[in-house]
């Protein structure tokens, strides 16, 4: 039977695609890379150039399996000859609802009746992005992680007009790209990990605001305590092995003193109206100008990758 992804499409050039494009193209898939200009699929292609030399520096890939990878990508400013004959179109564009409507509704004009649409949100509901769309059974998010070339997790969500069939398909796929996919049953906002990613943003903003703890004590703590097993330890699998129990206790007298905020934090808002962005600007939570950003990617990247060789390994 013909390979329904034989021919795939990445719509976006910036931070995400040319992971994206990678990992699909491990899938066995071969990928159109499409930019608005020449000039951004040129800058989309040294992304995806940097992350082949890095993985095969870290012993991620062999020569030989980065140049094959590579074969299988192409670029093009054309939308329409970046879709065609494609199973699946990933869109991968800044996050703007009008924006993603917009090019949703190009996408279903150019394409096949068949192809299925995804989109990379990490914030939007697909519902909303696909609710002028004739086909939005075929629509789906396909959320990847950063950096998408060493996060093996990918978050699939079912809109409410999602078909079973279209889920199915897309768990198979990122299992072939070796992904490790889950499924948000309801098209909320953040789907899994963001919506648990941010309630533990708040709590930690909320803590440096009360004076509970430095910034610097609050991200060592994570890194040094419960992070540390989360790799292979989820919060809920940990609640049941230590006992229901002793998790209700704690939270009856935990739980009323957490932020319940129906907002973003007075501190948070402070500092971004002040022009205090974090690395961008040189402060945040942290004085940027005394500590150097591109370390820190680095050991996170280093971490991912020894990540990868146990687990391959296992």
Not at 15 to 43: D, F, N, W
Not at 145 to 171: C, N, Y
Not at 240 to 263: I, N
Request: charged fraction near 25%.
């Amino acid at each position: 039977m013909e390979d329904e992804f034989a021919r795939v499409a990445v719509i976006g050039t910036g931070m995400m695609g040319p992971g994206i494009a990678l990992t699909l193209a491990k899938g066995g898939c071969r990928v159109a890379l499409y930019g608005r200009s020449q000039e951004s699929v040129e800058r989309g292609f040294a992304g995806l150039d940097e992350a082949l030399t890095f993985l095969t520096i870290k012993r991620l890939l062999d020569a030989e399996e980065a140049a094959l990878l590579r074969e299988r990508i192409w670029g093009t400013h054309d939308l329409t000859e970046a879709v065609a004959g494609a199973g699946l179109v990933q869109e991968s564009i800044p996050e703007n609802l009008d924006a993603k409507r917009a090019l949703f509704r190009q996408l279903e004009e150019v394409c096949s009746s068949e192809t299925i649409l995804t989109s990379d949100t990490s914030g939007l509901r697909i519902s909303d992005l696909a609710v002028h769309l004739e086909r939005p059974e075929r629509t789906a998010t396909l959320h990847f992680w950063f950096p998408p070339h060493l996060m093996p997790l990918v978050e699939i969500t079912q809109g409410e007009r999602t078909s079973e069939a279209t889920v199915d398909k897309l768990v198979e796929l990122m299992r072939r790209c070796g992904k490790v996919p889950v499924v948000a049953r309801k098209d909320v906002p953040g789907q899994i990990a963001n919506r648990l990613q941010h309630a533990l943003f708040r709590e930690a903003v909320y803590m440096v605001q009360e004076g509970i703890g430095s910034a610097e004590d609050v991200d060592l703590a994570l890194k040094m305590g419960p992070g540390r097993r989360w790799p292979v330890y989820g919060v809920l699998e940990h609640h049941d092995v230590v006992g229901l129990d002793l998790g209700l206790a704690v939270q009856k007298s935990l739980v009323p003193g957490l932020s319940r905020a129906p907002e973003p934090l007075p501190l948070l808002q402070e500092k971004v109206s002040r022009g205090q962005l974090g690395v961008k600007t040189g402060q945040g939570f942290y004085n940027w100008s005394e500590r150097d950003p591109s370390a820190v990617k680095a050991r996170r990247d280093a971490f991912l990758c020894m990540l990868a060789r146990e687990w391959s390994q296992a």
